[in-house]
């Protein structure tokens, strides 16, 4: 089964492995072999799956994100360039007088540092989430399986790069067939002489 | 997240049609993007983009002769304009509190209808900004808002309202645009992983970014789309709170209340789910989505209606109670004249509208009727409209000295400007329905039974799997 749909990996003897990617029917499956794997004591593996598979982070033993610490920094930082920027133009740089009242004052500016820290936060979270997943990244091996193609719709798979210390091309095969996978796949690329 | 069970007892249905499958799902969402479009699509985008054209040439005319084009003169200098801004930013609000409020409830039937209403949000935003920047009458000194260095070497006065609204809308629709995109970008994966020619998989291919469904960035992923709810859920409170105090920080009798923020986001939810109600009426009908969108979700959207019109109808009692209880004259004058003055047949359109209407929803015959329910929620749509211009104009007309009192009629510009405002917003929902996703995939699948892992089988060996039963979604009740 190895091999067969990388790119041009036949006529050339020169290839190198990047990954085992191996397909699963159901979310339980992969759920499931993914415990596997996590046991087996990979680092550099991955699940893909069409929609997030609820307890997946436990099953691959990941630790909780770290996006939220991202937002409370940029939120911080949104709350006080507001009050700093709101105090220097209004309450001491030109202070006007409207209405009679104060260059500085708290209240009326509320809103402002409210709307400033929710905005930053926001792009902390989104910006943050893409920063901390390495995205975009348009280019990765497993694009280069045509089956991969179904993962954006029902299939489920489960990656182990040939950069993980415990990458063997027997051992790590004999590991994903051992957990009932309906495809099992080798993506290499060639090298160049 | 999850997937859990509906609990029988309780008379719970799944959220899906059962029997569909993922590959179901998928085709039914994305296959509205891939085939040609429908001939109703091309008419209603032929008439849009016709009035949209209007409204270019209207705006045209009217910042080369001035806005002394619109009815709007002394004493009533608020008339159509911001009648229609706080209108259209009332409907932007289901959509956030759709995405946003029912998510963090855990009120799963939203993935039905999130995406939808999330693109009605931004365009709804897009046309509500448009009426301030033209009413401000010279819109290329907008910049005069911002708290950029200008030639007058002055600041903008923070303690004005009017610009605690122009930071609140804008963030409001950069947040809103943050949140829908990153609840794209699975399903522009999706987009790209079916595409059939080079063009589209590379373009669907470049706003996905190179997502490639990796548990890692789903992580990162469900945990910034859970912050990105708990952010959007005070910011929708908080802008229509912000656009209420520009009224209610005047002293202008029939504004100078403090009922008006919680009054004004409750009209806010209203419009808007009457909104998201005619526009998936109308996309569930042409496109064929009633495995998707079942009378269920539309029948809880009916219920949430019904509660906030009844808000609504509760606040218009209160004012006038407060306005009474006051012991103000010219207070008890403005509200005695809304209901009886010059504009009587404005409150009580509105009155009929927005607080006698929804109460058909009490029977469940109606509410899942959809004829009935398409009837009322443009009935509430006017209704709330009208709310805006009761607002505005019966307390500009008449307020304090009779010497000072004056009318309002709208101009052909005025109405022009309005409902070219509603050919942009259909333009841009149009083009919406025809090349993105508009029903959010990756989420629906996730609220189907086959996404449980743990479903069937293989559960006993595996007693380390902990389930965490506060998170899981619960499935809906069906009577």
């Known amino acids: 089964m190895a091999s067969e749909s990388q790119k041009k990996g036949a006529q050339s003897p020169e290839t190198r492995p990047l990954l085992f990617l191996a397909e699963y029917e159901t979310a339980g499956d992969v759920f499931h072999a993914a415990e596997h794997v996590r046991d087996a004591g990979y680092e550099k593996w991955d699940v893909h799956t069409p929609f997030p598979v609820h307890g997946m982070d436990k099953a691959m033993g990941l630790k909780d994100s770290k996006v939220a610490w991202i937002v409370l920094v940029m939120g911080l930082t949104g709350c006080t360039t507001a009050f700093l920027m709101m105090w220097w133009m209004n309450g001491h740089d030109y202070p006007l007088v409207i209405g009679g009242k104060p260059g500085f004052s708290l209240p009326s500016m509320i809103p402002v540092m409210f709307e400033l820290t929710v905005l930053l936060s926001a792009f902390g979270a989104v910006f943050g989430m893409l920063g901390i997943n390495q995205l975009p990244k348009h280019w990765h091996p497993v694009f280069f399986s045509d089956r991969f193609e179904r993962c954006s719709d029902d299939r489920f798979f489960i990656s182990i790069e040939a950069a993980d210390p415990k990458f063997d091309l027997e051992e790590t095969k004999a590991l994903l067939e051992g957990t009932h996978p309906s495809h099992v796949e080798l993506i290499s690329e060639e090298v160049e002489q | ?479």
């Open chain 2, 1 to 479: 997240m999850g997937y859990k069970k509906p609990i029988e007892q309780l008379d719970e249905r799944h959220l899906v049609s059962e029997g569909t499958t993922f590959a179901q799902v998928t085709e039914i969402v994305s296959r509205v993007t891939e085939q040609k479009a429908p001939r109703l699509w091309w008419i209603l985008f032929g008439i849009s983009t016709s009035v949209t054209g209007v409204l270019g040439l209207t705006i045209g005319y009217l910042l080369w002769t001035g806005i002394g084009v619109w009815g709007n003169n002394s004493p009533v200098a608020w008339a159509w304009d911001i009648t229609n801004f706080v209108w259209w930013i009332g409907i932007g609000h289901a959509g956030t509190l759709i995405s946003a409020v029912l998510y963090l409830f855990r009120q799963y039937w939203r993935t039905a209808i999130n995406r939808f209403s999330e693109a009605m949000t931004i365009f709804a935003v897009i046309c509500a900004l448009m009426f301030p920047t033209i009413h401000a009458g010279r819109p290329w000194f907008l910049y005069f808002s911002l708290p950029i260095p200008n030639q007058m070497n002055m600041w903008p006065n923070f303690k004005s309202p009017l610009l605690w609204d122009v930071f609140a809308v804008s963030t409001y629709f950069t947040v809103s645009l943050l949140f829908w995109y990153v609840g794209l970008v699975p399903d522009f994966a999706t987009l790209r992983d079916r595409a059939k020619n080079k063009f589209r998989k590379w373009i669907y291919g470049f706003v996905a970014l190179g997502w490639r469904g990796s548990n890692r960035h789903w992580s990162n992923y469900e945990r910034a789309y859970l912050i990105l709810a708990a952010l959007s859920t005070p910011l929708v409170l908080s802008v229509h709170s912000v656009v209420s105090f520009d009224f209610a920080t005047s002293v202008e009798p029939g504004w100078h209340t403090t009922i008006f923020p919680p009054y004004f986001v409750a009209g806010a939810v209203f419009s808007g789910f009457a909104m998201v109600m005619t526009l998936l009426i109308i996309a569930r009908t042409v496109y064929g989505l009633h495995d998707l969108v079942r009378i269920r979700h539309l029948e809880l959207m009916n219920k949430i209606m019904l509660t906030t019109g009844s808000l609504v109808g509760y606040a218009y009692a209160m004012e006038f109670f407060i306005a009474w209880y006051s012991g103000n004259p010219y207070e008890r004058f403005v509200f005695i004249n809304r209901a009886m003055g010059d504009y009587w047949w404005a409150y009580w359109s509105m009155i009929t509208c927005n607080v006698i209407s929804p109460q058909l929803f009490w029977f469940k015959k109606l509410r899942t009727n959809i004829p009935v329910m398409f009837i009322v929620s443009i009935v509430i749509n006017v209704g709330m409209w009208f709310e805006r211009f009761v607002i505005i104009v019966t307390s500009l007309h008449h307020d304090y000295l009779p010497s000072a009192w004056g009318n309002f009629s709208p101009t052909i510009f005025d109405i022009l400007t309005y409902v070219g405002s509603l050919g942009l917003f259909f333009t841009a929902f149009l083009l919406f329905l025809r090349w993105l996703p508009m029903i959010a995939i990756a989420e629906v699948k996730m609220v189907m039974p086959q996404a449980d892992p743990h479903l069937g089988h293989g559960d006993e060996e595996h007693g380390e799997d902990h389930h965490d039963d506060a998170t899981a979604v619960p499935a809906m009740a069906e009577e």
